[in-house]
Each structure stands twice: as structure tokens, then as C-alpha cells.
């Protein structure tokens, strides 16, 4: 018998194949295959966030397509009114002034900008700095339930959330096309270390997003985009290469944005943040970085801490009828931790089940049971102990 030739597990910058890649990109997206969608734009699909919203008891539709758009489809789609009332973004964007204000030397830099650019304006870890600023903006943003379909609809459930604010100001210059975290903040040199199924799998670990808090006209500089880039295997060593970047130059796409509107693609799309070609129109975007619960996320998020602070206004909220049994399970999944582990199983026993209760369990019973501010702190506190060693 003949044996089984083994296949190839490891790819050096000498592997990557321009030719190959322009096979993966000059694939077109077929809006038969996503009938939900209102249009494709340059191969960008486009959803109507009304449309969801009215269908919520249907979402698993929505979220199959959102899924296969991800995984073999464009790798990119786009909500329009991803938040029904502008208010919300208006509001959130005060926030973000505020934490602009306060801020001195923090937030410098842009990971695929020019050493030494700073026209692209940074708020780093604005989730908790939000939530620390105004508790009930905080609940307002992220209780959207739409934003918890499509997160889920790529990492299932209990993902953690990151954010980070982008500003570009006029004649802020464009990125280097690039991919994203895990992988895509490596060089090629580190991630060649790394065999090729889990840098095909690290794109399954995260998925990508930007709220537009302003609108962003083509001139503005919206996310540039390059469907079906993430389709390429070798992707997260081969964009650093001048000639993969060239190629996304000259056949990268834009789509225009509204304020509260959503994009949202896969990290290992290749994309990059657009030049603001404007004289006196600063774009501004929350960028979400959502995380699976199998993954560790870019920034630390102190999660009990954020519960601390929201729990006063969620629990009036929640029991005044301002929050939906929807907008709750939303709210306490993007600031909660949904996963039993790491813990201490010696002092934190998977009593009852498999794994010990979690944070966002706690969260949800104690909004359930109306339990006050300062009883839930004390079992807060307890659940941390527990899982210290």
C-alpha cells in the first residue's frame, strides 16, 4: 500500500503566491446566497438593521447568513441604522470627548500607521473607560441586541468585548492593508512559527467591527476593504509583503457609512483605515474587537469591576421595564464574563454542573432576584476570591 503523502504544515514569506491570492479576491458575492441581505455593494453585503430588529424571534436566519458571509462568503457586510436612535451614538461620542479630555499621553498611535503619525487619534480600552464615565451611555450602546446576533452568529455565545475609538482627522493618512488580532499584529517571521491550521484558526477566534459615529462619506476615508482576502490561506504572512499590499491598493473597496451604521468582517480580512481627504471633517468610529470565549482578548478588561459600576442603573433599568428580557441577556454578556475558566477548582467546585456559576450568571440571577447594589458586591467579591489561587 502506498503511504499518504503529508501534507504541509508549515509556510514561510517564500510560499506566499500573489497570483493565488488574486484567484481567492476576484471571486464576486451572489446575492442568491444571501437573501436577507437589501443589496451588495462592490461585493460588500448589506443588511437593514430595522429589518432585524423586527425580526428578532427569527434572528437564526440572519445569523446563518451572517456565518457563511464570514466564512466563505465576502468576509465582510455591513448593517445600515445598526442603532435605530442616533441619540445613543451621541451620546456615547460625549463620553468620548470627555475621555479625550482627561487623557495625557495615552491612546498615541496606530498599530498600521506611518512611525510617528498621529493624524489617527486613539482612545484605548474606551469599553471600561466608558463605563467608568457614564454608566447608563454604557447600557444604552451596548444592550443592542443586534450587536449580540452578530457576535454570536460567528463565536456563539459568552464573547467578550473590547473597544477602541479611531479618530481621523483631516489629511489623516491611510493604513498599511493588514490583517487582524491574533495573528495579524506578528511578524511573519514570529507567525511562520505557527502551523498553518492555527493561523487559519485564529480568524475564528475574534471577529471584527466599527460603529460609525459620524457619518463617512467615500472622501472621508472609510475602511477599506478587499472581499474574499480572507480566504487565502498564507494571508497573515503574506501582507506584509509590498506586492500583496500593492494589490490591495488597486482593488480594495469603500462603502459609504451613516452614523449608526455598522461594518463588521472577518480579522483576517485584509482592510485598512482610509485617508481622510477632507479639510475640515473628522471621522470618528468605535472599533469593537470582539472576542471568543475559547480566546484571550488584546486589552485587559477589568469585567467585575465594569459590573460594579453598572449594576445600580441596570437593575432600576431592568426592573422599571426600560430594558428587554433581550437588551438584559445583551448587556450582561458584553460586560460580564461568560466562561468558568481559568478558576481555582479547589475553592471553586463545578458544584451542580460542569463548570462553577459565572459572572454573567451571578449578574443575571442577582437582577432577577433584585438583589441591592451593595449585596451583589459582597457575592461579586466572593466569586473572585474563589477563583484566585
Not at 316 to 323: L, N
Not at 335 to 347: A, E, I
Given at each position: 500500500m502506498r503511504a499518504l503523502q503529508t501534507p504541509k504544515t508549515y509556510?514561510?514569506?517564500?510560499?506566499?503566491?500573489?497570483?493565488?491570492?488574486?484567484?481567492?479576491?476576484?471571486?464576486?458575492?451572489?446575492?442568491e446566497h444571501y437573501p436577507l441581505a437589501s443589496q451588495v455593494i462592490s461585493n460588500v453585503l448589506v443588511y437593514q438593521g430595522d429589518d432585524i430588529r423586527k425580526n428578532l424571534s427569527e434572528v437564526r436566519d440572519y445569523q446563518a447568513e451572517f456565518a457563511h458571509a464570514l466564512l466563505?462568503?465576502?468576509?465582510?457586510?455591513?448593517?445600515k441604522n445598526f442603532y435605530d436612535d442616533t441619540s445613543v451614538i451621541d451620546k456615547m461620542s460625549e463620553v468620548f470627548e470627555q475621555i479625550l479630555k482627561s487623557e495625557s499621553g495615552f491612546g498615541a498611535g496606530d498599530h498600521f500607521g506611518e512611525t510617528g503619525e498621529l493624524a489617527n487619534g486613539r482612545i484605548w480600552n474606551v469599553f471600561q473607560k466608558s463605563a467608568d464615565v457614564s454608566p447608563d451611555s454604557f447600557i444604552h450602546y451596548y444592550k443592542n441586541p443586534l450587536l449580540l446576533a452578530v457576535s454570536e452568529a460567528w463565536l456563539g455565545p459568552h464573547f467578550q468585548l473590547t473597544a477602541q475609538v479611531n479618530i481621523v482627522r483631516p489629511g489623516g493618512k491611510a493604513q498599511v492593508s493588514h490583517r487582524d488580532y491574533h495573528l495579524g499584529f506578528q511578524q511573519p517571521e514570529e507567525t511562520s512559527r505557527y502551523p498553518i491550521h492555527i493561523q487559519q484558526m485564529s480568524a475564528m477566534l475574534t471577529l471584527q467591527g466599527a460603529v460609525a459615529h459620524t457619518d463617512m462619506p467615500l472622501e472621508s476615508g472609510p475602511t477599506k476593504l478587499l472581499p474574499f482576502s480572507h480566504l487565502y490561506p498564507l494571508g497573515y504572512v503574506a501582507y506584509h509583503q509590498k506586492a500583496f499590499q500593492a494589490y490591495f491598493d488597486a482593488h480594495c473597496v469603500q462603502v459609504p457609512l451613516e452614523k449608526g451604521d455598522a461594518v463588521f468582517f472577518n480579522?483576517?480580512?485584509?482592510?485598512?483605515?482610509?485617508?481622510?481627504?477632507?479639510?475640515?471633517?473628522?471621522r470618528c468610529a468605535n472599533l469593537l474587537q470582539v472576542s471568543s470565549a475559547f480566546a484571550k482578548p488584546m486589552e485587559t478588561v477589568d469585567l467585575?469591576?465594569?459590573?460594579?459600576?453598572?449594576?445600580?442603573?441596570?437593575l432600576?433599568?431592568?426592573?422599571?421595564?426600560?430594558?428587554s428580557k433581550e437588551e438584559k441577556h445583551a448587556i450582561?454578556?458584553?460586560?460580564?464574563?461568560?466562561?468558568?475558566?481559568?478558576?481555582?477548582?479547589?475553592?471553586?467546585?463545578?458544584i451542580g454542573g460542569l463548570a462553577p456559576e459565572t459572572m454573567e450568571a451571578l449578574l443575571i440571577r442577582a437582577l432577577d432576584e433584585k438583589l441591592d447594589p451593595a449585596s451583589f458586591e459582597i457575592a461579586l467579591a466572593q466569586l473572585k476570591e474563589k477563583q484566585r489561587t
Open positions: 509556510y514561510s514569506t517564500k510560499d506566499c503566491d500573489l497570483d493565488e491570492f488574486s484567484l481567492f479576491c476576484s471571486a464576486s458575492t451572489s446575492a466563505t462568503g465576502p468576509g465582510v457586510f455591513v448593517i480579522p483576517a480580512l485584509f482592510h485598512a483605515a482610509g485617508e481622510n481627504r477632507t479639510t475640515d471633517f473628522h467585575a469591576h465594569i459590573c460594579r459600576v453598572l449594576y445600580p442603573s441596570l432600576t433599568m431592568w426592573h422599571s421595564g426600560q430594558v450582561a454578556t458584553a460586560s460580564s464574563d461568560g466562561y468558568s475558566f481559568p478558576t481555582n477548582l479547589d475553592t471553586d467546585p463545578p
